[in-house]
């Protein structure tokens, strides 16, 4: 009797043993598993997180983008049409034509690396009318002593602006 | 192959088109450096111009006279001239003036500028 009881509590004892390994592995996969599941949703999230960001950002920037274009855009025939509307002046026209090949560059640049989401059709179009603003509004007798005042030329810059403005007005309204 | 320096052998501020404009116009470059350097190639010899050197930029009434004025004055034939030319530069945005100058050329008549004297 006493040997059966022995042999019985000997058994339990083997399989409270078992019992606690067993608990003791699924308490450690537990551990994995939630660690796991935490990692992938913290990642998942900052990798969501970073693309509605991107996306956001970038879509904001396409109208930001061709709304300062159009500002420099004005302020250039602005300054092209008061050059060409007077003549040569050896103090005022110095600074008038610096100002004019510095706000060509800008626009010239601001249109080939500019994130206005353009096709490329309409870029090229872009490109096309920012070089012929360059013909006409350093063209002719530019930094010439022998400039006279041209209504040609304001009249030229001024249809040639007319026409790139369309092409990023629509854009600055996205 | 013969080479003009925009910058160094001629002016880090090229500006004007004619030569009462100044000694760093257009048509100064082209009677008193480019002409002369063109007339020294041999048959099969290209001229480089180095456009960016010490130069900031160009205005077009400049490359016009400077460039497509050797057409327009009779000395050479568009074609032939693009032949002759090649340009360099470090910074890409002078890219824009190779065009122009190429464009300008080819758009000019031959002898152009003796008629209309």
């Not at chain 1, 300054?79 to 090949?101: F, G």
């Not at chain 2, 480089?48 to 057409?71: C, K, N, Q, T």
Request: charge should be negative.
């Amino acid at each position: 009797m006493e040997e059966e009881l022995f042999k019985t509590i000997i058994n339990q004892s083997d399989s409270i043993k078992a019992l606690i390994v067993s608990n003791s592995e699924s308490s450690n996969l537990r551990f994995i598993y939630f660690a796991g599941t935490s990692l992938i949703s913290t990642a998942l999230g900052a990798v969501l997180a970073y693309w509605v960001g991107h996306f956001s950002h970038k879509r904001h920037l396409k109208p930001e983008s061709a709304k300062s274009f159009i500002k420099l855009l004005s302020k250039f025939e602005e300054q092209c049409l008061e050059y060409w509307s007077k003549n040569h002046d050896p103090k005022e026209s110095l600074i008038e034509e610096a100002k004019i090949k510095a706000g060509h560059k800008q626009l010239r640049l601001y249109a080939e690396y500019g994130n206005f989401g353009l096709k490329a059709q309409k870029k090229e179009q872009l490109e096309k009318l920012i070089s012929r603003l360059f013909d006409e509004a350093t063209g002719g007798d530019f930094e010439s002593k022998k400039r006279q005042a041209s209504r040609a030329k304001t009249q030229k810059v001024a249809m040639i602006t007319a026409s790139i403005a369309p092409i990023l007005i629509e854009k600055s309204f996205e | 192959m013969q080479r003009i320096n925009v910058g160094k052998d001629f002016s880090g501020h090229p500006i004007g088109r004619y030569r009462e404009d100044g000694p760093e116009s257009g048509e100064v470059f082209r009677e008193d450096l480019l002409i002369p350097k063109l007339k020294e190639l041999e048959s099969n010899e290209q001229l480089e111009i180095v456009l960016d050197d010490e130069v900031e930029g160009y205005g077009s009434s400049f490359l016009v006279e400077a460039f497509a004025g050797v057409v327009k004055v009779g000395f050479m034939h568009s074609d032939d001239l693009l032949k002759k030319l090649t340009f360099s530069y470090r910074d890409e945005d002078f890219a824009f003036f190779e065009t122009k100058i190429k464009q300008y050329i080819s758009e000019a008549s031959l002898g152009s500028a003796k008629e209309s004297k």
